[in-house]
């Protein structure tokens, strides 16, 4: 056994901000809702629904994650965001129509009290939507500022102890960090001189830091992937993660690759296609926004499959990955995969994944599992890039200068380690006498 840290008691309420409030946001708060009245239980959520070894196998501790580390409780979540278009979180449920008018009756008034403040929008960033819900206010720096007096706000009249943030806006247009991203003073000039570098989400993530709220980015804009957010949430004590939620063809593949690298099989080329068609398809039709996605999506196979290491069987592979804006099929993606493997003696095999997922009902319980142990961080005095969290995230944000894991198993070890280490009770080697 360690000694466990010091994490302050999960008292009172919790706020969970989410910039954007469309597809994914609503279909997370309707789950909230519908699970803390008994209506469904919280399927894919780790935090909820999983349990944690503790100690040797032949001691039989096996607790629920949420008995055994001191999250937040449902009843005890409040809910706001910002969109340019949705005006509450009810109309943004039968926009995306994710959830059935059967789901959401019994929660539609609830819901309709979610109502999105005036976001910090620019259609330089998401050309693909018109915002019509937006701050009257100008300048970067008081646009900032605009957003700490809501943060503010809402934690005043919602009654709230603590608040977290989780980006679930739209995927801002590519962009590489420029000079104005390299420190907290930069950054601050560039809000002053309305820097065009600076995206919205950035301005976000910077009012949540500068109110000490934890920030977690679920796109793959970069946001707090930047050595300015880096500084600024060590400097005020503010634990931050991204970025971009892990859910369907990427999460597949991070399952699937791990296995064709445990049995040494060889990989020769991996192609990726998608068809969705909702709003963030839409958004993600603009090639300059794709291409945030793409890299995203992209960086996972050389850091699971190691082709410096494996150059026999890593070390040619032709991977791509597409994504088509096709409306009839709303939030139902289809993700299809063609893998071409090799094995004994080089023989080629081929192996089809068709994958009809739903995006949000896979990244709904993401949200929740981010917004309580970021808020757990919090608690435990944690502060800058919780590399912990990467489980959740497709291109997870590194903690220190060595390449981020992107193994699903791997990560789910590290995420439940980190829990027994902060709790005083031994890491699970898995060794035989373990
Ligand atoms: N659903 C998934 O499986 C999944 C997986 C990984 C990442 N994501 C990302 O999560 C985000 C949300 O996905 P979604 O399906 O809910 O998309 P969505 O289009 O339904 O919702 C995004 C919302 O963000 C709003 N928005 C855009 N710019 C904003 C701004 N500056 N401030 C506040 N709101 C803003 C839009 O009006 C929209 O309502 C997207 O970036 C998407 O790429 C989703």
């Known amino acids: 056994m360690t000694e466990a840290r010091f994490i302050s008691p999960a008292a009172g309420r919790l706020g969970v901000l989410t910039p954007g409030l469309g597809a994914v946001a609503s279909t997370f708060i309707a789950g909230v809702m519908a699970a803390r009245r008994g209506l469904a239980p919280p399927i894919g959520s780790v935090s909820q629904m999983a349990h944690i070894r503790l100690g040797a196998r032949s001691e039989g501790r096996n607790p629920l994650i949420r008995d055994f580390v001191p999250l937040a409780g449902l009843d005890d979540l409040v809910f706001g965001g910002w969109d340019p278009i949705s005006a509450n979180a009810m109309e943004a449920a039968r926009t995306c129509g994710v959830l059935a008018d059967k789901d959401l009756g019994a929660i539609s008034a609830e819901l309709e009290g979610v109502v999105a403040m005036g976001a910090v929008f620019d259609r330089a960033w998401v050309s693909r939507l018109e915002g019509v819900r937006v701050k009257?206010?100008?300048?970067?720096?008081?646009?900032?500022?605009?957003?700490?007096?809501?943060?503010?706000?809402?934690?005043?009249?919602?009654?709230?102890?603590?608040?977290?943030?989780?980006?679930?806006?739209?995927?801002?247009?590519?962009?590489?960090?420029?000079?104005?991203?390299?420190?907290?003073?930069?950054?601050?000039?560039?809000?002053?001189?309305?820097?065009?570098?600076?995206?919205?989400?950035q301005i976000y993530a910077y009012a949540a830091l500068q109110s000490e709220v934890p920030f977690a980015n679920g796109a793959p804009n970069l946001t707090v992937d930047l050595p300015c957010m880096v500084e600024l949430a060590e400097a005020r004590g503010v634990p931050?993660?991204?970025?971009?939620?892990?859910?369907?063809?990427?999460?597949?593949?991070?399952?699937?690759?791990?296995?064709?690298?445990?049995?040494?099989?060889?990989?020769?080329?991996?192609?990726?296609?998608?068809?969705?068609?909702?709003?963030?398809?839409?958004?993600?039709?603009?090639?300059?926004?794709?291409?945030?996605?793409?890299v995203s999506k992209l960086g996972v196979l050389d850091t699971i499959l190691q082709p410096g290491v494996y150059p026999d069987l890593y070390g040619k592979i032709d991977h791509v990955v597409r994504i088509n804006y096709y409306p009839p099929r709303g939030?139902?993606?289809?993700?299809?995969?063609?893998?071409?493997?090799?094995?004994?003696?080089?023989?080629?095999?081929?192996?089809?994944?068709?994958?009809?997922?739903?995006?949000?009902?896979?990244?709904?319980?993401?949200?929740?599992?981010?917004?309580?142990?970021?808020?757990?961080?919090?608690?435990?005095?944690?502060?800058?890039?919780?590399?912990?969290?990467?489980?959740?995230?497709?291109?997870?944000?590194?903690?220190?200068?060595?390449?981020?894991?992107?193994?699903?198993?791997?990560?789910?070890?590290?995420?439940?380690?980190?829990?027994?280490?902060?709790?005083?009770?031994?890491?699970?080697?898995?060794?035989?006498?373990?």
């Open 136 to 201: 009257a206010v100008a300048s970067k720096w008081e646009q900032a500022q605009a957003l700490m007096a809501d943060i503010e706000d809402f934690r005043g009249r919602h009654g709230c102890d603590r608040l977290v943030m989780v980006w679930c806006g739209s995927t801002e247009a590519f962009s590489e960090p420029s000079g104005v991203h390299q420190s907290a003073a930069a950054f601050e000039a560039g809000l002053r001189a309305d820097d065009p570098g600076i995206a919205p989400s």
């Open 240 to 294: 931050i993660a991204g970025k971009d939620f892990k859910t369907g063809q990427t999460l597949m593949k991070t399952m699937l690759a791990p296995g064709f690298k445990a049995r040494m099989l060889g990989l020769r080329g991996w192609y990726s296609t998608n068809i969705l068609g909702n709003r963030d398809g839409e958004v993600l039709d603009a090639p300059e926004n794709f291409r945030s996605k793409e």
């Open 331 to 434: 939030d139902d993606k289809e993700g299809w995969d063609s893998i071409d493997i090799f094995g004994w003696l080089g023989y080629p095999m081929q192996i089809k994944v068709d994958f009809l997922c739903r995006d949000s009902i896979l990244a709904a319980p993401i949200v929740l599992d981010l917004a309580l142990f970021m808020d757990l961080a919090a608690r435990a005095g944690e502060s800058g890039v919780q590399e912990w969290l990467s489980f959740y995230l497709k291109a997870p944000q590194a903690a220190g200068s060595a390449a981020v894991e992107h193994d699903l198993f791997i990560q789910q070890t590290k995420l439940k380690n980190t829990l027994r280490e902060w709790m005083g009770e031994a890491p699970v080697t898995h060794s035989e006498a373990g």
